[in-house]
Every structure is written in structure tokens, then in C-alpha cells.
T-cell receptor
Framework: DADVTQTPRNRITKTGKRIMLECSQT?????MYWYRQDPGLGLRLIYY???????NKGEISDGYSVSRQAQAKFSLSLESAIPNQTALYFC???????????FGDGTRLSIL | GESVGLHLPTLSVQEGDNSIINCAYS??????FIWYKQESGKGPQFIID?????DKRQGQRVTVLLNKTVKHLSLQIAATQPGDSAVYFC?????????????FGQGTTLQVKP
């Protein structure tokens, strides 16, 4: 089983819809992150959480929200999806600062 | 601002040859770097890391070199295999921040020719 699991793997939806992407991990890490990946732009941080009671904005948080339901679960929501949020989304975990992160296999999101 | 970038978007090598993927960074205070490999349809996977108190670190078939003078690091893959075909990223956490944010280069696509 994967250590970091993202669901769904693929999603196509329409502008204005609310969407939730889920991430769960079995690594026991306190730190969790959401990134989006766009061609030519690399990976950009949306939100991160250092523990269940901690939520922080990343560099591109506008239009997104997150919920840390438990140490193992971190979900990303798009309240009202727009086409420029079409991207590949990755969840990641780490056990401390300045350490390698462990990534899920991503959710490919298309907004029409 | 801080940046980490890769030199070439695509590198094509013959199977069995050695591969060298380069990366430049701008922050002279940077002291920790990570290389990731991303295969098609998968998330980035940690390969190797290096701290600034080292100029070389070796793993299994991979070597990372760090030149702090010119702010450059490279990933060397020995005896490149078809399974090495992927996108490779270099990354660093910024300064003394504890955000865990990694600054990713845009990636170099390694293509291995049989």
C-alpha cells in the first residue's frame, strides 16, 4: 500500500463546482503539504500543516482551503472551481523541517 | 528572490552512459539540497540529499556534487538505465524558515535511448 494516498486520482468538473481532494498517510508524519504542478512552473505550495491544529498558507492559497481532520488526513477544497485551477495536485508529508518530503501520486484535476 | 533552477529541460543519453543533470541556486546561504525523480503519472520521489558541509555525496549509482563557490549542484547517474527515464528536480528549503516549503526547479527530463 502507498504511504501517501490521494483520492481521486482524476477528476473532471465544471466551473463553479465545489471540489474536495483527499490525502491520507500511514507514515506517522506530523507535517503535511498541498502542492500544485503546472507545466513550466514546477511545484508550488498551496497550504501546509505542521500538526492537527496548525494550518498555514503557502504561496498560492487564494481560491483554496484546507482541513486537517487528523494527523493522517489533510484535505484540499476548491470552493468554486475555475478553469485556471486545472492542474496536477500533490500531497506530501515530512517528519521535520528541512527534510525530504514523501509525495502521493497526485490528482489530475480538469475544470471545464 | 530565491530560486533554484535546472539548466536544461531535456537530456537524452544512451543506455549505459553516465548522465549529469545540473542545477543552479541563487541564495548563498542555502545549506541543504534535495534531488527528486518524478516518473510519468507519479509523484516526486526522493533520490538523494546533500548539506553544505559536504561537496560530494554518493548513493546507489547516483552522486550529487555541490559547488558552493559558483552555487551549483549536479546529479550524476552512473550506467543510466531505461528505468532512469523521468523528470529530475532539485529543491531546497528556504533560509532559516521552518515552513518546510521547498523551492523546486522546473525539472530536467531524462530520456534514455536503448
Amino acid at each position: 500500500d502507498a504511504d501517501v494516498t490521494q483520492t481521486p486520482r482524476n477528476r473532471i468538473t465544471k466551473t463553479g463546482k465545489r471540489i474536495m481532494l483527499e490525502c491520507s498517510q500511514t507514515k506517522g508524519h506530523d507535517r503535511m503539504y498541498w502542492y500544485r504542478q503546472d507545466p513550466g512552473l514546477g511545484l508550488r505550495l498551496i497550504y501546509y500543516s505542521f500538526d492537527v491544529k496548525d494550518i498555514n498558507k503557502g504561496e498560492i492559497s487564494d481560491g483554496y482551503s484546507v482541513s486537517r481532520q487528523a494527523q493522517a488526513k489533510f484535505s484540499l477544497s476548491l470552493e468554486s472551481a475555475i478553469p485556471n485551477q486545472t492542474a496536477l495536485y500533490f500531497c506530501a508529508t515530512s517528519d521535520r523541517d528541512r527534510a525530504p518530503q514523501h509525495f502521493g501520486d497526485g490528482t489530475r484535476l480538469s475544470i471545464l | 528572490g530565491e530560486s533554484v533552477g535546472l539548466h536544461l529541460p531535456t537530456l537524452s543519453v544512451q543506455e549505459g552512459d553516465n548522465s549529469i543533470i545540473n542545477c543552479a541556486y541563487s541564495n548563498s546561504a542555502s545549506d541543504y539540497f534535495i534531488w527528486y525523480k518524478q516518473e510519468s503519472g507519479k509523484g516526486p520521489q526522493f533520490i538523494i540529499d546533500i548539506r553544505s558541509n559536504m561537496d560530494k555525496r554518493q548513493g546507489q549509482r547516483v552522486t550529487v556534487l555541490l559547488n558552493k563557490t559558483v552555487k551549483h549542484l549536479s546529479l550524476q547517474i552512473a550506467a543510466t538505465q531505461p528505468g532512469d527515464s523521468a523528470v529530475y528536480f532539485c529543491a531546497e528549503p528556504p533560509g532559516s524558515s521552518n515552513t518546510g516549503k521547498l523551492i523546486f526547479g522546473q525539472g530536467t527530463t531524462l530520456q534514455v535511448k536503448p
